[in-house]
């Protein structure tokens, strides 16, 4: 029973960041059908920003200012690190390719995942940097059920990642900006021709999908202390995987997806064996898929004749 | 405007000349472009009509009439004559990759192209037939092992791929569009995984299969990295050849309206499904095919040969040359190849790319004369000042001479700033700033307008130059993939459709 | 339109040809084509009549970029030191691998091409040996890696060039192995390998020994991409008291680690030469086998490691080996000038004839015919609670 929790709270931690990425993975789909592959980089980015926070504070094992505030602010600046990234990527390569085949977004994502990438080696070095969690946040803290440990970063992560979740459900519902992204994300001339600024809406999708990103980098550094310049490519493909599996386009979708990924991932490395993880969670992926063809939550797809 | 319509080529007719990005503007859309609910047709017969005027015109016409096939057999030929003129190991090497990553272009062109299916997981089609040819040509099976020889074993490889192409397509019947690529996606996944992971002993696992026997067909076998750049040609062409016929049949054109409508070209009685799993087989039989020769050729595989790097290589080559064109998945193949692995390898070349495709740019998109003539007199002016000034303030912030060697070096070193500290030594800080400072003044450059992106280009120009000397020639691997990420960007802004693509219009 | 076609394709391919054809020009005058690293090797460059090429083969970007880069810092801290040393001109030029076989080949036939190459430094990887050992061998290029450790690289006889300065497989794990048992008594352990050709080596001359002293051998698997191992951590059962990973990258170790603090296991890990970094891998109460020293602990390599301290802070064990292979090279190349210009052939026969008494791996070096290293020695190192490395057999 404690093992089945252990490895649930492991998928649920692993789940929320893919869920996170997917999220910025699916607003940017929704509005202009595009799969950003570079979105993985901008998640390294917050990650590197969030470590270069924790130095600026003196480092890990000394930090000038208390715990929180350095994560508060570790937040902030990533996300708005981010999400201004993602808005100067979106203006200078995507923007002249919107009413391009939709096959030409993905190679000019390509190249700026590529550009991210190795930008990132050639500022920062090859070396892998440790955020070095345990120095700052001890392991102590937590739940300690007997032999049910879980760290209270993990607790953090998965009931940060809702409230962010939640929050973004709230504004594409409620508010007008939210209406905006809808009707972008529907029909873009109609939008345009009731006055909606489409460039603008696009923008902010972009900044709060990357914003999101950010975010989610510094919780994977504060949760698996590993930064280094080609942690986005793994983590984008799965973000991408569970965007699409949960039905692309679709917010909640996004956020089923990727917990649904993790937790396989997690429980198929604790209860039938971890060197045919991968294979086995793609077998099941695609039997999903099969079942159901707009992913678990997503809308039909109306054909256009 | 009519004289400018009747130029542009009528109805809907080639648009504005989309320049990369940074010098485009914006705010601007031309009422030119295809638009939806033009008639793809008639804009592209008007297109036809316009050829350049006087003896140009005339040569156009006069090779416009000359046959499809004589046209292949030309280029063919010119190929042929390229192991002759006396290439080294390295050089035949790029070409047979070349051909390589063209057979597989070519083959994904049927499924991305034509039939309009995103197929991610093109590379386990050729995983699937090197591995089955290295599991047909080696003692990887049991002690003495299996030998067939070259006509037995590509057959056999593809039709298994053939086969194996039909069971990853088969998920299309119910998913379209990205879902079905992420499917696909996984199937390529998994075959890293498989022959990574899954029993070792047969496979070869991380280990590999080496030791294969080379390509040996009726008493002859092919030894040489010439061998097998005519082999490659001649498979090259067949596969051109064959899907050409293809293209022109009822087949090519169930494709071809698969891709634009399905749903109305099931109302016209085309079997969508089966075109569909058409569409994969043949893709998959082609890559089956490259990968036999890639394996013969390599004499080993491993898994990690034909992971998502590759894919990606692929994809770019064609998208790049124009989805949808035979001659663009070739040209397109062709023109990464040499650049990605052949050129920007040596850091002279990467040099002369990077100078020659800034120079390029500008006096391509640079009008009237006056400006250009000015922005580059500025830039050699403001380079030979700020040397002069920075080597009176202090002599190490000019110590380091252009890490750049040969002629570059030669004609630069009074020119680019290259600081070196008191051991000889090239400090990466300043490079690591002047770098950051690079891609803002590039972003600030597409933004601004008139007198003053003029005048910003002159020092973004500067810097362009000694941060390049500073800092990105001495790490030529990570450059490499810094230019080709710029250069896809980059190529992609300047010409969507790809350099020999049409332009297509996609109802959504 | 035709005319805009026709207009690129004969621009694209003009240009290709004018760049084939200006290139096999380039070719044979390398020394411009080495580019950027002649900065760092020929400040110490004296007399010009001894000049030649070392080329490195490494995973210089990838995923893996991080062993690689240490390797080529390692390799030109080297360079600069011999030609001070011995008044050569020896450059460096860099061959990126990524390490995949394909890329490793191309790489390959483009040294093999340069005629002023006259060794080599790596591939890294076992399998990018197999793939390019043929290729090396009919140029007769010598080429010494500093991190392969199959044993079929050299028992095979396909690869007659090639030599390597670390000890193979079949000797470093039956070693460790018998450590294990000896020393840590366990009755269960779990064995992880990251699914490349050194760890599934490694884990295969192992697991027999183990299960051979009865020992409950729980094996799992992971790949190198994944940097969070929660999911194998509560694996480990509280009967399981030592967790053995023979990993190439230490930060993953230090990460397993990090899980085993945090899920409060006790399971005493044991790395191999992946994991040892005393920068990197810091758990206390680990061990750690390594075919190197620790080079901050000897020293006559207090110069070395000041440099490498700025150069790459954070080095493990892949610099070193590579650091004493190229300077076996320089050496050759050297030896080899005193009889006339450097060719292949004449620092192959000084590479074989190698034989130093003493290296940066505080061990001489001697190469026997088949290429592996003699005498290969073999550290055990424990992390004390403090975080540092102490020798405890070697």
Known sequence: MHFFVQELVNGLTQGALYALLALGYSMVYGVLKLLNFAHGDIYMVGAFIGYFVLQWFGGPGALSAPVPIVILVMFLLASGGCGLLGVVIERFAYRPLRDAPRIAPLITALGVSFFLENTALLLWGASYRSYSTSSFISFSTGIHAGPLQIDVVRIMIIVLSVILMLGLRVLVDRTSLGKQMRAVAADREAAEMLGINVDFTISATFFIGSALAGVGGVMAGLVFNTVYSYMGFVAGLYAFTAAVVGGIGSIAGAVVGGFAIGIAQSMITGYVSSTYTNLLVFGILIVVMLLRPSGLLGRVQLQKV | MASEDVRAGGLAGEPKDPSPAGLQDPGVTGPREPSVGVDEWVARSAQRRTYAPGRLGDAQRRLERVGWWPRLLAVAVLAAVIPQLGLNQFQLQIGINALLLSILAVGLNVAVGWAGLLDLGYIAFYGFGAYGFALLSSNQLSASGIHLQAWESIPIVMVGGAILGLIVGFPSRRLIGDYLAIVTLFFGEAFVEFTNNVAPSKLGGPNGIFGLDPIRAFGTQILTNTGYFYLLLVLLVLSIAVLRLLDTSRTGRAWRAVREDPLAASLMTIPVNRVKLMAFAFGAMVAAMAGAVYAAQQTSVFPTDFDTPVLILIYAGLILGGAGSLAGAVLGAVVIEITYDGLLRSPTWAGAIFYVLILLTLVVKLRPWRRLAGVLGGTVALGFAAHAIAKAISASAVAGGPQSGGIIHDALVNWVIVPANSAGNIPTGPGNAGFIVLIALVIALAQLRGRWRTILMVPTLYLAACVWEMRLVGTPSTTRLILIGAILIVMMNARPQGLLGSRRVEVV | MAVRRITIVAAVLSALIAAGCGSSSNNNNSTSSSGGSSTTASTGGGSKSCTA????????????????????????????????????????????????????????????????????????????????????????????????????????????????????????????????????????????????????????????????????????????????????????????????????????????????????????????????????????????????????????????????????????????????????????????????????????????????????????????SKGDLVGAKWFLFKINSAGKYQLVTG
């Open chain 3, 53 to 368: 090429s070392i080329g490195i083969e490494a995973p210089l970007t990838g995923p893996v970029a991080v062993l690689g880069q240490e390797q080529l810092a390692f390799a030109k801290m080297a360079i600069k030191q011999d030609n001070a040393a011995n008044h050569t001109n020896i450059q460096l030029v860099q061959g990126d691998t990524q390490l995949t076989p394909s890329q490793a080949v191309t790489v390959t036939q483009q040294f093999v091409s340069n005629s002023s190459i006259v060794g080599v430094v790596g591939p890294a990887g076992s399998q990018e040996v197999e793939a390019v050992g043929p290729i090396f061998g009919r140029a007769g290029v010598p080429f010494i890696s500093g991190s392969a450790t199959n044993p079929t690289l050299t028992s095979s006889g396909k690869n007659p060039t090639f030599f390597r300065v670390v000890s193979r497989d079949d000797v470093q794990g039956p070693q460790d192995a018998n450590w294990i048992i000896s020393h840590l008594h366990p009755k269960a352990l779990m064995i992880v390998d990251d699914q490349e050709v050194y760890s599934t080596g490694l884990v295969s001359a192992m697991m027999p020994i183990f299960q051979k002293a009865g020992i409950k051998v729980d094996h799992e698997s992971v790949s190198q991409k994944v940097t969070d191992f929660s999911s194998l951590v509560a694996k480990v059962t509280p009967q399981t008291t030592v967790v053995v990973l023979p990993w190439q990258v230490a930060a993953n170790g230090e990460q397993f680690g990090k899980n085993l603090a945090e899920q409060h296991k006790n399971a005493t890990i044991v790395g191999t030469d992946g994991l040892f970094s005393p920068s990197a891998f810091t758990i206390p109460g680990s061990y750690v086998s390594s075919f190197g020293p620790d080079i901050t602990a000897i020293p006559s390599d207090a110069s070395i490691v000041a440099q490498a301290k700025v150069a790459f802070p954070k080095f493990g064990t892949f610099g070193p080996p590579v650091y004493a292979a190229t300077h076996v090279l320089d050496d050759a190349i050297a030896t080899a000038c005193k009889s006339g210009s450097p060719s292949r052939s004449s620092v192959l026969s000084a590479v074989k004839a190698t034989d130093e008494s003493t290296s940066i791996l505080g061990q001489p070096i001697k190469f026997d």
